[in-house]
């Protein structure tokens, strides 16, 4: 489902490059398209890391391990996408990708930092049916085994086997006020990480990731998150 997305520039500076502008009196003036970006923090390391978009910083200042920044606009096409240590300019991991117009996109910083890559995915925000919202799963720890993910006294888990950097379409579950997510080791069983008593809104879609080192115990420790899109 495509998303009408504000036709204002991503930064203005990026604009000016272009020869873009926000007013036009020529009536052929047809404006440029837009898709929307979000990025996250998902490389378990200390660092705190700038993004940029064809050499223009988009990244808030402190954007670290666990960061979700939302949607920003940014032009469709072909767009170059880099990843730095705050405050430096040198390339850690540079790759492109295209935006499709009034489409939603998530860009997941991952893995270690001197492996660090880019997860680029493409958001679903059909609208979920009544008293239903829609969820997604992806495996961004870089040391766990394949997983699953269960919803508690559920018979069946709804997502399986998600390998590192592998991910679910989306899905409709039941909304509730209080619902616990299991994220489990796919050979064993067991439950890995546990996320209690989250709030499932209907209408809403969502992404839940398994993220940092099972061999860490800092802040960059094995969890989960999960997020909003709509």
């Known amino acids: ?3 009408t ?4 520039a991503l930064l203005a500076a990026t604009a000016l ?36 978009i064809n050499n223009t910083k988009i990244s808030v200042n402190d954007f670290s391990f666990g960061t979700k920044m939302d ?22 991991k540079s790759q492109e990708f295209t935006l499709e117009p009034q489409e939603g996109y ?12 880019l997860l680029f995915l493409k958001d679903d925000f059909t609208q979920p ?6 969820i997604r799963f992806v495996n961004l720890s870089p040391d766990a085994e394949a997983l699953n993910l269960a919803i508690a006294g559920s018979a069946t888990d709804l997502f399986t086997n998600k390998a590192f950097k592998e ?24 439950n890995e990480v546990v996320l209690a008593d989250v709030k499932i809104e ?15 115990a800092d802040a960059t420790k094995f969890g989960a998150a999960i997020f909003t899109h709509k």
């Open 1 to 3: 489902m495509k998303l």
């Open 5 to 8: 997305f504000n036709y204002k």
């Open 17 to 52: 490059s272009l020869g873009l502008i926000s007013c036009s009196k020529n009536d052929d003036y047809i404006p440029p398209a837009i898709s929307g970006i979000s990025i996250i923090h998902a490389s378990p390391t200390t660092e705190k890391l700038d993004v940029f």
């Open 71 to 92: 949607y920003l606009n940014a032009y469709s096409g072909k767009r170059k996408f880099d990843v730095a240590k705050t405050g430096t300019t040198t390339s850690l």
């Open 106 to 117: 998530s860009l997941f910083v991952i893995d270690k930092l001197e492996n660090i890559n």
């Open 129 to 134: 049916a009544a008293g239903k919202a829609r």
């Open 167 to 190: 991910y679910s379409t989306f899905e409709s579950i039941d909304a509730a006020e209080k619902v616990t997510f299991n994220i489990k080791n796919k050979t064993t069983g067991a």
């Open 202 to 216: 209907a209408g809403k879609v969502y992404t839940l990731y398994a993220k940092g080192l099972k061999a860490t």
